[in-house]
């Protein structure tokens, strides 16, 4: 194929929701799309939760990012990652040294965790989940603490390592404290002979007034009730002073505990910086009314590295559907660029599709057109709204299997401890107490 | 529970498939049951290669220890790496320094692959594939070298990065390298966009006459010639003398590769070093007719770990459904010495069920009761009976799902490039030459 010289070409950095959104739109323009992300994968960043508490599978919730995306005749994908953004020059440069000239730009680049501040000493003892390795680890975290326990001597220790601090009430703190409830009061059940998993304490710590601040108000209170009847302990107008690897602390004192999973603080992806344009305190880009960034013509930022603002002013919320309407629209506004048909500065608007948040087994809240739903309804909603938006045969049949599965029995079959572990206390085969002492450290 | 002291103390070393059918055994039994195992998974290695090779995710073909003896009363787990055995004190010794006592013992503690002495140099390029965190770190290889073939300029290199070689044509080795083809010529095809998968050198190196030693002259004949018609270029006869980073070297040349997969040489588990027991060349303990251990009345030990001659004479093969009637068997005598009733020496027998080894899409070979199958029903034969063995509805409903789903669309799901990654080349985006030696290097 020749390609005259003229083709614009687009580059687009992160292939979650919006990045793919946006590289579809263009499928049928004369640009030469470029897609680049560090993972070879599209995650389905929503059940990831699933994924860090045994239910699912990586590959369940995640896709090749070439293969979604290969008989896009006009697209190549690079696996690499962004380090800066030659804005002049029109160019993208990258860890190992690749620079992408471009002419359009599209930055889908995410959000990641964030702990005010306090980045070095609490992400290694409170991970958040943001990626496949991230919930792999909690995954990790959580059924070695239950292994640990059943070694343990001392009954303080034991009570310590059967402690599960979750830090945010938004959807994926109340999803996370949820499903950990579930894994030690059902799962996990039968499958000790000293401790009894269903004794696990599960305490789930919002700094503001209730959970799920951004839903109405009954249905937080629904929410709440739900997880407390799965024995969640949930703690409201808790601001967190410290994490460490022997708990939580509060205002009022300190949860001794051994696990903690930071669903708090969110911050956005570099991309500002690599800009120098204005962002907001959590880091996003504040892009004018078509996702445009103000004095970059031809640079659109999207999903959860931007502060947009809807038709009404209010803000876009963080969650997929809006990152899916977002990189949409800047795709489509670069067709429009390159065609010279159609208005290339439409603003954005925002359609709110409404809000779901699972909680367990028949358990969740919805607001859907209005609508607010609670319990098994709720929940239904949530589980085929969910498997449809899976991407994929294949993926719709494992999960929902799964679902089935794990509806019918409570079982989960995920539960694999992988990669590096270390060693368990020993306390219940006699070891001398020099060596327990040690594990115990 | 008030449990008299006189309940005999059985310990198992190992939860694979013998180390499992014993402990099954003696669930009735009066005996106080300890499984052990480093990993809190039992693992169907049979289908391991399909992990690595992206057809399925770990959870598919493993399942937590605990769930799968909960029910079990006499019996716990314990989740400890075993680094002695003081036969004379009755105790094992664990890692985190735990000491088990025992009336009974098994030792069900499989194989690693070994490298005829070279494991210091060899086994840091050409892993094996006995563990999932084998699986992952090949699935990676495997993907990441396809990755950097597509980011290439120098095309010797190119070629290098796109030529796989499996060593050693045993079922693993056979089943690794049709699945590698496969994946190349179709699963991948459309998905890059300056190489074409489809030209990806495999070689298969068998050191022997042929492919499948263990099975019929023919079927290995037909193997070979499956495994042609797939892509594969066999090598037999074909000693390696060295593995580098840059490839393998025969005694008559080299094979340039960058990625290499370890199907060769088997290493018994350090059992028999434990007991400074007899071993043969390979590290297996040369059992006694009963599978238990000459001069230590009470250790029996099963499985891959074992040297064991059938009642023909004839070596039992290492192979998943001997370990399992191995186990089986000790259990057995176990539950008759702590009973008083039954022969608690008699000898094992073999019953072998026949043998199979995959190699694509409808492409197999297997013998069973003395039935020589080739192609689609050798194939169709396989699927069905190692969907059967899978332990749960769950795995069997996922599997059977997921190889439908390959079956018919040629789509692998799992290709996920997870754990660390290196940086990959970046000749494609005009890097600067610098940069390119470095990351070449």
Redesign the interface.
């Given at each position: 194929m020749i390609v005259p010289a003229s083709r614009p070409a687009v580059v687009i950095v992160g292939a979650g929701f919006g990045g793919l959104a946006a590289a579809r739109e263009l499928a049928r323009t004369m640009a030469d799309v470029t897609v680049i992300d560090?993972?070879?994968?599209h995650l389905f960043q929503p059940l990831l939760y699933q994924v860090a508490t045994s239910a699912l599978?990586?590959?369940?919730i995640?896709?090749?990012v070439?293969?979604l995306l290969?008989?896009q005749a006009n697209l190549?994908?690079?696996?690499?990652?962004v380090t800066a953004v030659d804005a002049a020059g029109h160019r993208v440069i990258?860890?190992?040294?690749?620079?992408?000239p471009f002419d359009y730009l599209v930055l889908a680049t995410g959000a990641r965790h964030a702990y005010f501040g306090h980045d070095d000493a609490w992400a290694p003892v409170a991970p958040g989940l943001k990626k496949?390795?991230d919930a792999?680890d909690i995954r990790r975290r959580v059924?070695i603490a239950f292994?640990r326990a059943e070694?343990e001597e001392d009954m303080a220790e034991r009570r310590r390592l059967m402690t599960f601090v979750v830090v945010g009430g938004g959807p994926t703190g109340v999803e996370m404290a949820g499903a950990i409830a579930e894994l030690a009061r059902h799962t996990?059940r039968?499958?000790?002979?000293r401790i009894d998993p269903r004794a696990a304490r599960v305490v789930l710590v919002e700094a503001g007034a209730r959970v799920l601040a951004s839903f109405d108000e009954r249905l937080s209170v629904s929410a709440q009730r739900q997880l407390e009847r799965l024995g969640v302990e949930v703690q409201t107008a808790a601001r967190v002073t410290d994490c460490s690897s022997d708990g939580v602390t509060l205002g009022d004192g300190m949860i001794p505990a051994r696990t903690i999973v930071w669903a708090a603080g969110v911050m956005a992806s570099p991309a500002g910086k690599w800009l120098c344009v204005d962002t907001d305190r959590a880091g996003r880009i504040i892009v004018g009314p078509d996702l445009a960034i103000p004095g970059h013509p031809g640079i659109y930022a999207v999903g959860d590295t931007v502060a947009a603002a809807g038709l009404d002013g209010r803000p876009v919320p963080g969650v997929a559907p809006a990152a899916k309407q977002m990189g949409r629209h800047a795709g489509r506004l670069i067709a429009r660029g390159i065609s010279g048909r159609g208005d290339p500065a439409e603003p954005f608007r925002y359609r709110d599709a409404g809000a779901m948040a699972t909680i367990g087994r028949g358990a969740a809240v919805a607001e859907v057109m209005g609508i607010r739903l609670s319990g098994f309804p709720a929940w239904l909603l949530w589980a085929v709204a969910h498997v449809y938006f899976l991407i994929?045969?294949?993926?719709r049949?494992?999960v929902a299997?799964?679902w089935a599965?794990n509806y019918l029995?409570f079982?989960r079959?995920?539960?694999?401890?992988?990669?590096p572990?270390p060693?368990?206390?020993?306390s219940?085969?006699?070891?001398?107490p020099a060596?327990?002492a040690?594990?115990a450290a």
């Open positions: 560090r993972r070879n994968y599978s990586p590959a369940d995640a896709w090749p070439r293969g290969a008989r190549r994908v690079i696996m690499d990652r990258t860890e190992s040294g690749r620079t992408l496949i390795d792999t059924l292994e070694a996990l039968r499958d000790f002979r994929g045969a294949r993926n049949l494992v299997t799964n599965w029995t079982d079959g995920a539960r694999l401890i992988t990669g572990v060693p368990l206390p020993a219940d085969g006699r070891a001398p060596s327990r040690e594990h």
